[in-house]
């Protein structure tokens, strides 16, 4: 695997379920667990526990000051603080729409953008904070 956009992600995008940078929208990235979850890029939509089980969430933070330009998104680095659990080798990028990605039925959590391959993948954390340093070359985190 490789690090992409979910195509349900880039549809919300189209229709323009997903606006990067809107006043109210949340952007979310958790670290996951690849051994209990399977990316499918083609059909998962929604960050809820049908689609993500809980137990691949190992821990999630929020992206604060978002830019897009010429439909290139980045944030600054996010800091996931006492982070415990599996060792994490992905990163999933979602658009929080009330749910929180914690309920089984829940659709309004769209998945935006899986990434796998960057450096400081895989982690194991170990009670300490993990910071998520996004690229900072021409892409940055994702590009449209």
């Known amino acids: 695997m490789s690090n992409a956009l979910y195509d ?10 997903i606006q990067w940078k809107a006043a109210g929208s949340t952007i979310k990235v ?5 051994a209990d979850y399977t990316v499918n890029l083609a059909t998962h939509q929604y960050m809820n526990t049908d689609t993500v089980p809980a137990a691949a969430k190992v821990s999630t ?3 604060a000051n978002l830019v897009s330009t010429n439909g290139i998104c980045d944030a600054d680095d996010v800091t996931l603080t006492t ?20 309920t089984a039925s829940g ?10 391959s960057a450096t400081g993948l895989a ?22």
């Open 61 to 63: 933070g929020t992206l």
């Open 30 to 34: 958790t670290l996951i667990d690849v």
């Open 107 to 116: 659709t309004t959590d769209l998945l935006i953008a899986y990434i796998d």
């Open 123 to 144: 982690v194991t954390p170990n009670g300490g904070n993990i910071i998520i340093q996004w690229d900072n070359n021409t892409n940055k985190i994702f590009k449209l």
């Open 8 to 17: 349900k992600g880039r549809e919300a995008f189209a229709r323009g379920d």
């Open 83 to 102: 982070v415990t659990g599996d060792q994490s080798e992905a990163l999933i990028i979602w658009m929080d729409g009330g749910g929180g990605g914690t």
